[in-house]
């Protein structure tokens, strides 16, 4: 995986919490705190935690009776989350899943919201979330499900392929939207030492002030940006105004208002 896949930096956490977060993570971030409030955990790590969505629904749901710990690769990202509004009892550090800065049995939870499609090695996260893990903990984390059937994100990548069809940027497909096979999912788990796994398909509504607004998003706060870059250097404007339109021409000019769909894993030791 290039090192750009996994680059959330420079401009893009503003534009990934301002732009992305209301319209693809938010609906998710309340699913995946609804289910882990039940568990009641004392001791909950959340890895790639981005911006902060899931953490502020965490610390709703949770309260201050639970500790709190969210780790994110990126810095820039963690910049971003700590100066969002939530009642911040979370801490915040910055490491990467795949080393886990931890000691066995500090966690009865693990959570991820989308992070995992961007370890570059999977097997070796899922170990780390396992050795950290008490016994009778959980590992809980959703990845999108197929392009097919997330029409937003679908749609902009097909302009941008059409913008640049001799060289098509591919991140979209092959990273965020490119780890959904459930069987492979389940036997990655179970290869790193999980023996109890289910999985839930998750459809919910996927909104934006305008299709303006989700093309912003995806082409400039994530690393889809980079990408459009390499192509075309002087290019992003035009490349977010195409994507824009073909979300028009598909959405209206309107309030963008849409359906999403993930897969929600629940692992087990």
């Not at 911006?51 to 965490?58: A, D, F, Q, S």
């Not at 492979?184 to 909104?207: D, N, Q, W, Y």
């Amino acid at each position: 995986m290039p090192r750009s896949d996994a680059a959330f930096e420079g401009s893009i956490p503003v534009l990934y919490e301002r732009y992305l977060s209301p319209m693809l993570f938010q609906p998710y971030a309340i699913d995946i705190a609804e289910r882990i409030a039940p568990l009641a955990p004392r001791r909950l790590l959340e890895t790639a935690a981005g911006t902060g969505v899931v953490t502020r629904e965490l610390e709703r749901v949770l309260g201050e009776d639970t500790a709190i710990t969210a780790t994110d690769l990126n810095q820039a990202m963690i910049d971003v989350a700590t100066t969002t509004a939530g009642s911040g009892h979370a801490t915040w550090t910055q490491c990467d899943a795949m080393a886990l800065p931890f000691q066995g049995n500090s966690f009865d939870l693990v959570a991820c919201q989308f992070g995992v499609m961007f370890f570059p090695e999977r097997i070796r996260a899922y170990r780390e979330a396992a050795r950290v893990l008490a016994r009778d903990g959980a590992f809980i984390f959703t990845v999108w499900d197929s392009l097919a059937v997330n029409d937003v994100t679908r749609i902009i990548a097909e302009a941008l392929a059409a913008r640049y069809p001799d060289d098509p940027p591919s991140f979209i497909e092959r990273v965020p939207f490119g780890y959904f096979d459930v069987d492979l999912i389940r036997s990655e788990l179970i290869e790193s030492g999980f023996s109890e796994v289910a999985a839930e398909t998750v459809t919910l509504p996927s909104r934006a002030g305008s299709a303006r607004d989700a093309a912003i998003g995806v082409c400039q706060g994530s690393p889809v940006k980079a990408e459009i870059e390499s192509r075309e250097a002087d290019g992003l404007q035009a490349a977010t105004e195409g994507a824009a339109q073909a979300l028009v021409a598909r959405f209206g000019s309107g309030r963008l208002e849409s359906s999403m769909q993930a897969i929600t894993m629940t692992a087990r030791l």
